[in-house]
Each structure stands twice: as C-alpha cells, then as structure tokens.
C-alpha cells in the first residue's frame, strides 16, 4: 500500500492490473482502515480513471459470488441511488412488471442509503427472502422469470472498507459501482446514474462487455426517467435527450412521484402501483421505465408497443400474480 499511496500522491494513476490486484488486497484485509481511508480520499480529491475503475471492478467481478445462468435471456434494472430525490420504488416495480410480460429480470440491489426505502428494504418487507444460493436464483428465474440479489450477501470483498466508508460519510467511486457488478452478469441492462459524469464510466464498461444496455440520467437530478424533464439517454446505438412528449407521455410534477416517509408506508404504495390502484403519475413513469427495459431485448421494438407490453402487464395482473407466486414459493 505505501508503494500505491506514493505513486497515488503524486498525481499518478493506477494501472487497470494495479487496481484489481489492489482490490484483491483489500479483499484479504492486508491493510488498516487509515490506509483505506486515505486511499478513498485520493479518489475523492481527483477523477478516478477509466482503467482504475476497470480495475477495481474486475476484482470484485472476480471475488464475488457468480451466478451461472444465460447471460443475453437476462435484463438488469437499477440505479445507483444517490440522487436525493425521494421517489417510490421506480425501478423495482418496473422490474416486476418486465419480469410479468415474459422478460427474465436478476435484479441487483441494495437497502437504501440516500432514501427512505431502497429496492432490497421494499422486497424485503413483501416477505421475500434474500439468498446467494446459485441453485435458487436460477431456480426463480426459471419458474417467475424474476430474482432478487442483496448486494451485500455477494460482495464480501467490501466488507473491509464499510466502517472506513461509513466513517468517513461521503460517496466514493465503490458507491456508482453497484450496478455494474451484478452476480449473474446480464447482457442486457437499464442503469440509472445520479449525475453526468459516470455516464461515461458506464458506457466504457458496457461497451467492453458487449451490452445491449441504456444508461439514463435525467437532467432534473433523476437515475431514471422520471418524466418530470429531459432525460439523456446513452446505449450501444448512441445518445439522444428524450423529453417527455418524445416518449408519448405527459410531463409530470415532481410532487407525482415521490416516495413515503417509512418502509412502512412506501411498501403500501408500492403494492398499490403493482394492483392496479395506483395514480396515472405514478403509472406512467414506472411503464415508460419497465417498456424501456422491454426495448433492450429487442430494438426493433417501438417505444410504443413496448409500452403496450408492459401496461398489459401491470393492468392485467400479470406482474403482481408473477410476483406473489415467487413469494409464496420461497421455503429457504
């Protein structure tokens, strides 16, 4: 570390090697919590690269538990968070009603840290029982096209740098990590970023693994199409601002879509989406997320009939009885 620390300091950067054999240290506890902590600091003080977060991310590629499965039937959608925006559980439902028109989803996610109610907060109170069990995931998705994977039961590797990352209270590079570090490594993937600065970041790596992907930033502050603004959106075929009216829908007001004050509460609203009762605001932007994710597999399909595919699921129940059919079947 002092070697790393030294080159770090003055203003020279990782190799991508450098970085996945640091992380592979980090992992195996080698160094004390001052030394992570002015490691992450150096990543705060300056960018990090390109090829250090190539780096970074192939060692916890490598230390994490992997789920084997057909990587182009599955679709990731998540967001890295951090937005500050409060909204209900957009991309989680999304997920669901994808996952009810036909569509195998792995989602990757994680308890909240900027919201009220993360994706793994919300699934974990409708009685869904987190595992790293391969045999399971693959098992769920076989049965309900659908699975849910707590970050943290898969990436030991961090364990390490959680009380230096809590101590220290500020983002680091490992928190706009989380959506590219799946455990069953999808093809296809939707990820919301909280800020125009990692979306290059994203298309450098979803590029090298040959992705079908859309990476989406509302200008407004969103890691999602929120429908309040424009929204940029980057994937394989290149980047287009999309305002509401591009995408067939009403622009919306921020106050439409927020979030409740407990898990509690935000778990109720969330059912009430996912029967059918929830209002038009919150309809729209969780089928425009879902029918941009259905758009992955096939980009042959309009924006339009996706959307068509993704409201039948939602209105005809598809989704919530996919959903309840995998919570009832959970006996682990």
């Known amino acids: 570390m002092k070697y790393t620390l030294e080159k770090l300091y003055t203003h020279e950067e990782l190799t991508r090697k450098e970085a996945y054999n640091l992380m592979i240290e980090i992992a195996a506890e080698k160094f004390n919590e001052v030394q992570l902590a002015s490691l992450l600091t150096v990543f705060r003080m300056r960018p990090i690269s390109m090829e250090e977060f190539a780096g970074f991310r192939s060692a916890l590629l490598f230390l994490m538990i992997q789920i084997e499965y057909d990587r182009n039937e599955i679709i990731d959608m998540c967001g890295t968070g951090g937005d500050g925006k409060n909204t209900f559980n957009i991309s989680t439902l999304a997920s669901i009603i994808v996952a009810g028109a036909g569509y195998k989803v792995a989602k ?45 039961m898969f990436h030991s590797a961090l364990k390490p740098l959680g009380p230096v990352r809590r101590g220290l209270g500020v983002k680091t590079f490992f928190n706009m990590m989380g959506p590219l570090v799946n455990p069953a490594r999808p093809k296809n993937q939707i990820a919301g970023v909280y800020s125009l600065e990692l979306m290059p970041f994203y298309k450098f790596i979803m590029e ?23 929204t940029k959106m980057v994937t394989e075929n ?4 999309l305002d509401p009216e591009d995408l067939g829908q009403k622009r919306l007001d921020a106050s439409e879509i927020i979030g409740a004050d407990n898990i509690k509460d935000s778990s109720a ?13 919150q309809n729209s932007v969780v089928l425009i997320n879902a029918a941009i994710g259905i758009q992955c597999f096939d980009r042959k399909k309009s924006i339009s009939d996706c959307y068509a595919e993704a409201e039948e699921s939602l209105k005809s129940k598809k989704a919530k009885q996919n959903l309840d059919k995998l919570l009832t079947s959970i006996n682990y």
Do not use: R, W
């Open 208 to 230: 090298e693994e040959e992705m079908n992907f859309g990476i989406i930033h509302a200008l407004d502050g969103y890691d999602e199409i929120s429908l309040t603004g424009t």
């Open 238 to 241: 290149g980047e287009q601002m």
């Open 269 to 281: 609203t969330f059912l009430k989406i996912l029967s059918g009762d929830g209002t038009d605001a």
């Open 108 to 152: 990757h996610g994680n308890a909240a840290i900027s919201s009220v109610c993360g994706s793994s907060n919300v699934i974990e109170s409708l009685g869904y029982k987190f595992t790293n069990n391969p045999g399971i995931i693959q098992s769920q998705l076989d049965n309900y096209n659908l699975t849910f994977m707590h970050a943290p």
